[in-house]
């Protein structure tokens, strides 16, 4: 991943996970400590704060891309963690099919989605 203008670590395309934990995740030859996001601009290092939060602002990059964007996985951790009434809300005014789930799930689901060529977008949580 290279850094950009704004010091965020990028890789300016789509990838399939390969592997995941220890706090990170290995794609596309790489290794990635920390969470990642998983847009259609392509992979980016994501800080969701301490603890970890979804909501408006942690996941403007993704509604940013809203446009090219039909379904978005949240990986929330080794648990399935609901999101919100109104964040639900929002991806769903958005037209953006929003699916919690582990972190384990929320990646193979990516690779299967990204593999059918589909519309996906992934907010992942590491775990360790």
Same mark, same amino acid.
């Given at each position: 991943m290279e850094s950009e203008g704004d010091g965020v670590r990028r890789l300016p395309r789509t990838a399939p996970i390969d592997g995941y934990g220890l706090g990170? /995740?290995?794609f596309a030859g790489m290794s990635h400590r920390g969470s990642l996001l998983c847009?259609?601009?392509g992979m980016r290092a994501w800080e969701p704060g301490t603890p970890p939060? /979804?909501?408006?602002?942690?996941?403007?990059?993704? /509604?940013?891309?809203a446009a090219d964007i039909d379904i978005c996985l949240l990986g929330t951790g080794?648990? %399935?963690?609901?999101?919100?009434e109104a964040l639900r809300w929002r991806f769903r005014d958005l037209r953006i099919s929003a699916d919690p789930m582990a972190t384990g799930n929320a990646l193979r689901t990516w690779n299967v989605l990204l593999a059918e060529g589909r519309r996906v977008a992934a907010a992942? %949580?590491?775990?360790e």
């Open positions: 990170g /995740f290995r847009l259609p601009s939060v /979804f909501d408006a602002a942690t996941l403007a990059p993704v /509604f940013a891309e080794r648990d %399935l963690v609901p999101i919100s992942l %949580l590491a775990v």
